[in-house]
């Protein structure tokens, strides 16, 4: 099915919204204390605004800080690199963490931020991911909360994008090419 901007649906709003709330008893049933949400900026926006208001229905009362990295400059090929670009503003020292991302692909961003906090002395590290991309890791890491495995290709929408445009869907897809119908009757 084609959405609105040729995207194709992969994962429409209500499957997320279902995943969402599901995902929030597994976090509350892993029974965090002074738990932290740490929100990787910018692709998990819309997923973390979500999450977490499904984590207050499941009866947590998370506090929420943001992390804004960069892994992805222009296009869709990663650097490989993963810079900090604003920081968490908390003291993370003995607390229970909770990353949200929007994507575990190489691996690369989910280790280094759960490695950044992690040395600040924060009791435990967790993460949860949208979408965990079927592909080899180049960096050991795990979620371990994940909504959906997501097929190797390039999504787009609720809240993640290529070059800034298509985050404002409320649903992951994937872009469709302009495929144009053949020319059956060899007109002019
Ligand atoms: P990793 O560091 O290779 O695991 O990549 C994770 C980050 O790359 C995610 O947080 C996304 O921001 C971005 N990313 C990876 N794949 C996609 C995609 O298919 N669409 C949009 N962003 C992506
Ligand atoms: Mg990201």
């Given at each position: 099915m084609l959405g609105p901007s040729r995207v194709r649906i992969l994962f429409d709003?209500?499957?997320?919204?279902?995943?969402?709330?599901?995902?929030?008893?597994?976090?509350?049933?892993?029974?965090?204390?002074?738990?932290?949400?740490?929100?990787?900026?910018?692709?998990?926006?819309?997923?973390?605004?979500?999450?977490?208001?499904?984590?207050?229905?499941?009866?947590?009362?998370?506090?929420?800080?943001?992390?804004?990295?960069?892994?992805?400059?222009?296009?869709?090929?990663?650097?490989?690199?993963?810079?900090?670009?604003?920081?968490?503003?908390?003291?993370?020292?003995?607390?229970?963490?909770?990353?949200?991302?929007?994507?575990?692909?190489?691996?690369?961003?989910?280790?280094?931020?759960?490695?950044?906090?992690?040395?600040?002395?924060?009791?435990?590290?967790?993460?949860?991911?949208?979408?965990?991309?079927?592909?080899?890791?180049?960096?050991?890491?795990?979620?371990?909360?994940?909504?959906?495995?997501?097929?190797?290709v390039?999504v787009v929408g609720y809240?993640m994008?290529?070059?800034?445009?298509y985050?404002?869907l409320p649903f992951v897809g994937v872009v469709a090419?302009?495929?144009?119908?053949?020319?059956?009757?060899?007109?002019?």
């Open positions: 709003e209500s499957a997320i919204a279902q995943r969402n709330e599901e995902m929030a008893r597994e976090i509350a049933a892993a029974g965090p204390k002074d738990l932290l949400v740490v929100a990787v900026l910018k692709g998990s926006f819309m997923f973390a605004a979500d999450l977490i208001r499904a984590l207050h229905r499941a009866g947590l009362a998370p506090q929420v800080e943001f992390l804004h990295l960069s892994s992805y400059r222009a296009g869709t090929v990663s650097s490989g690199q993963v810079a900090i670009l604003r920081d968490v503003e908390s003291e993370v020292r003995g607390r229970d963490l909770l990353l949200v991302d929007d994507i575990l692909e190489s691996g690369r961003t989910l280790a280094f931020a759960k490695d950044l906090l992690a040395a600040r002395g924060a009791r435990q590290v967790l993460a949860a991911v949208l979408l965990e991309k079927r592909v080899p890791r180049q960096v050991e890491v795990r979620a371990d909360f994940v909504g959906f495995a997501c097929p190797d390039f809240g994008d290529v070059g800034h445009s985050r404002q090419h302009d495929d144009p119908e053949p020319d059956l009757f060899g007109g002019t």
